[in-house]
Each structure stands twice: as C-alpha cells, then as structure tokens.
C-alpha cells in the first residue's frame, strides 16, 4: 500500500518537476528572443541595424499619420519587446497588447509603470475572445509570417476593427533576398559560421507562412478591407551587407531606391499596407 502511494507521489512530483522545467527554458526562450529583438536595432553591422531600425520608424510614422482626435482604442497583435506600444500610447485612450502566451508579453509589462493606458491580453487572434468593432486601430507587425492561418487573422482583425478604422500591416515579403538567404544561413552548422561573422545573437525566424504582395492582398480583400498604401523596404544583398560596411549599406540604399515600384521590388525585405475596414 505505501508503495503504491509513494509511486503516486513519486509521479506527481515528477509530473511537476516536469512543467517547472518547462516554464524556465521556455521564459529562458522568451528573455533570448527579447534580448535579439533590442540587438537588431543597436546592430553593429550597417545592413542589419538600418533593416530593422527603417521598419520601426515606418510604421511609428504610419502610427503618427493615421491617429485622428477621436481614437479611443487601439490594438497591438503581438507587441514583442514593445517598441510600438509607447506610440500607441500617445495617441490612444486605451491601448491593448494581446499575444497567444503570457510570457510573451512579460517583457512588455513593465511599461505599465509608465503608461496607465496599457492593457496586455492573452488571445489567439486567429479566433479571437474580444468582442467585435472594438478597436479604431490595430498594429501587426511581424506577427503574420509566424501564423499558419493568416487569412483567419486577417479577417478576425476586421471583424474588431471599427467601421472606418485601421490596420497597419507589415511582413516579410516570400521572396525577399533576405528571406532566401536565410533559409541557407540558418541551416545547422551554417548558423555558427553567420554568428561568427556577425559577433551578435543570430535566431531562426520562426517564418512558417511567408506571403507574396499578391496573397496579402487577396487576403486582406477577402477580409473586406480597403487598400489605403502600399510600401516596401529592405534591400539586403549577402556578403556585400556583411563585409562592406557603410560602403555596402550605401550601395543597397541607392539600389533599393531604383528597384522600389518596379517588378523586382519583389527582393526587398519588408511590406507594409495601411488598410481601412
């Protein structure tokens, strides 16, 4: 009988030994993914630090442009380390941060001492818990790419905007040079060759659905938004961003300059739509 109990105990201990071990690689996973997030804009390579810094102050000028006296609510799908929410803040009564796992937005919280109006949610916005037209502005960036069912999100996203309200949408376009690149950078054994050039966090991208412009339109169409901008950035070109330096970055500005509204602006990095519900 005792032995029976003690292998009951024994499992039940073992049992939560087992999520305890869980929730530290896992917050261990989230501190990481954090710590690259805040890299990449203090990059000491020219390429990745203008890649990553251009993309923020795009989207924090979209935020700036879009805001109108009457805005009560906005929404962050997937806030990160919350570089956006501080401008969000400003120009919003409410602000709701909302990720599919609450250590994702740990980091984020500490910006509540700071901000009053900042609110964090953990929610699937694939299917949604908030209650429709709930928000006059919603901010995705980088979020899209990491979700299986991105048209699902897309239309949920509508479904909690306001009518006449917005969405401010960037991704990875599918086939970037970046992208591409990657795909080979980051293979095993090949990882730790680009860490070493870079002397810097380098993490896989977690990129499971990357969208040509043609099906984030079809999507956000589908969703029943209208198109208000359409923007590109991001010229990466290997080896000339990681051993020419402020000369490489120089050349890539120049040429992204040339590719951008043409056919083969289709290699640059990131994409961007302002859309209206």
Sequence with gaps: MKSTKFSAISKKSSFFFALLVEKVVTMSLESELVKHQQTLYESKNP???WLHCNRRDWIIDAIRRTAKKSN????EVGPGSGIYLRELAKYYEQVTASDIEDLYLEHAKILTSQHRNLAFLVDDISRSTLPDRSFDLILCSEVIEHIADSSAAIKEMHRLLKPGGTLILSTPQKNSLLEMTAKI????GIINLVKLVYQESIMETGHINLLTESEVLAQLGQAGFQIKQIYKSGLYFPLVAEFMGVAGLKLEKWLEKKL????LD???WTQYYIAEA
Aim: no cysteine; charged share 20%; net charge positive.
């Design 47 to 49: 390429t990745r630090r």
């Design 72 to 75: 009560l609510g906005a929404l």
């Design 185 to 188: 950078a980051l293979l095993p």
């Design 260 to 263: 951008y509204g043409k056919r």
């Design 266 to 268: 289709a290699i640059l």
